[in-house]
């Protein structure tokens, strides 16, 4: 039992670390030059999934052609560095409006135009998704849907 707790402890703290490095390596380049956000948030995901001991296997691969909407549950957190190692090419994706209050985070997010939904308008909701079709279609991102909204327990 001591062991798995000395575990848990190290993989937070050696999440922790990682998470804070990423977020000062993803969100200044992201003010400058987007396109370097893309390139380099693989590797990014990839070094915070390393730093929990995980080695994500992508079977199969990406179409290189079209826009395409990629959904996943939300069993965890780790579900926002699985993510951006699927597509090729620029994404985006719906999230909650209480993101958007987070300063730094906000302004990544409006940089990625990632879609405000409100959870609590239904209309306001809907709304949003139609403005996603619009940023897939004019923008030609890719769009990424957690549809459960939060994680699961």
């Avoid at 001991?53 to 959904?71: C, D, N, R, S, V």
Wanted: charged letters at 15%; proline letters at 5%; a positive charge.
């Amino acid at each position: 039992m001591l062991k798995y707790k000395l575990l848990s402890l190290f993989l937070y703290v050696s999440g922790l670390f990682a998470f804070i490095c990423i977020a000062f390596i993803l969100i200044i380049p992201s003010f400058i030059f987007l396109p370097f956000l893309y390139g380099s948030v693989k590797a990014c995901c990839r070094f915070m999934l390393f730093s929990l001991l995980l080695w994500p296997k992508i079977k199969g691969q990406f179409p290189a052609e079209g826009t395409y909407i990629i959904m996943m549950n939300h069993s965890s957190f780790i579900d926002v560095f699985i993510f951006p190692l699927i597509p090729k090419g620029a994404w985006t994706g719906i999230t909650a409006t209480e993101n958007f209050k987070i300063p730094l985070f906000r302004n990544v997010l409006r940089k990625l135009k990632a879609v405000s939904v409100d959870r609590n308008n239904r209309k306001s909701a809907l709304k949003s998704i139609q403005f996603a079709e619009h940023v897939i279609h004019s923008d030609g991102c890719h769009m990424v849907i957690l549809p459960e909204g939060t994680r699961t327990l």
